[in-house]
T-cell receptor, first 115, second 114 residues
Framework: AQKVTQTQTSISVMEKTTVTMDCVYE???????LFWYKQTASGEIVFLIR????KKENATVGHYSLNFQKPKSSIGLIITATQIEDSAVYFC????????????WGSGTKLIIKP | EAAVTQSPRNKVAVTGGKVTLSCNQT?????MYWYRQDTGHGLRLIHY???????EKGDIPDGYKASRPSQENFSLILELATPSQTSVYFC?????????????FGPGTRLTVL
């Protein structure tokens, strides 16, 4: 069965440091995409970054990057040089090739950036 | 300018009443989705649509109906609202044909059923 698990409920770090949020997934498919979304305090949900299961290179967008460890079914989100405005809830999601474009979501990790 | 909008943003309903949540998108996306978000559950898919006239059941469709009268509009209908349907509801749109495509979300509707 498909499943996405985020075990870290909440993380608190100092501003300007690097933080990693964990996500593990379960799938029977060899082809899938992994996504990270951010939900701000206002409730807005925005897409951040994605990883193709066939690509070995870790995706990077701005100060977001991924640590894709396929043998461990793990896709960590790394935020470098964190800023106060990075405080939010971060969701990991997966789409399998046979899922008709549906996303399977994790339960989210709340990130608190302290000044 | 917001590409996915939802109305109303807040709604208080009575148990047994009918509630309609509306979503409009200007992305010209074929796919649209309705989710609910509850603490500890992340986002759960209720219904989705591949285009005008189509609706499909998601993971938790019981107690909900959906309607897609046009490319731009997708509604979620609670015929007989119950307190367990108190939640925040999000609409999203996405491109069809690319399963690497991200989804674009509306601002959410907070529904309270008393």
């Amino acid at each position: 069965a498909q499943k996405v698990t985020q075990t870290q409920t909440s993380i608190s770090v100092m501003e300007k440091t690097t933080v990693t949020m964990d996500c593990v997934y379960e799938t029977q498919d060899s082809s899938y995409f992994l996504f990270w979304y951010k939900q701000t305090a206002s409730g807005e949900i925005v897409f951040l970054i994605r990883q193709d299961s066939y690509k070995k290179e870790n995706a990077t967008v701005g100060h977001y990057s991924l640590n894709f460890q396929k043998p461990k079914s793990s896709i960590g989100l790394i935020i470098t040089a964190t800023q106060i405005e990075d405080s939010a809830v971060y969701f990991c999601a997966m789409r399998e090739g046979r899922s008709n474009y549906q996303l399977i979501w994790g339960s989210g990790t709340k990130l608190i950036i302290k000044p | 300018e917001a590409a996915v909008t939802q109305s109303p943003r807040n709604k208080v309903a009575v148990t047994g009443g009918k509630v309609t949540l509306s979503c409009n998108q200007t992305n010209n996306h074929n796919n649209m989705y309705w989710y609910r978000q509850d603490t500890g559950h992340g986002l759960r898919l209720i219904h989705y649509s591949y285009g005008a006239g189509s609706t499909e059941k998601g993971d938790i469709p019981d107690g909900y109906k959906a309607s897609r009268p046009s490319q731009e509009n997708f509604s979620l209908i609670l015929e007989l609202a119950t307190p367990s349907q108190t939640s925040v509801y999000f609409c999203a749109s996405g491109e069809q044909g690319g399963w690497d495509a991200e989804q674009f979300f509306g601002p959410g509707t907070r529904l309270t059923v008393l």
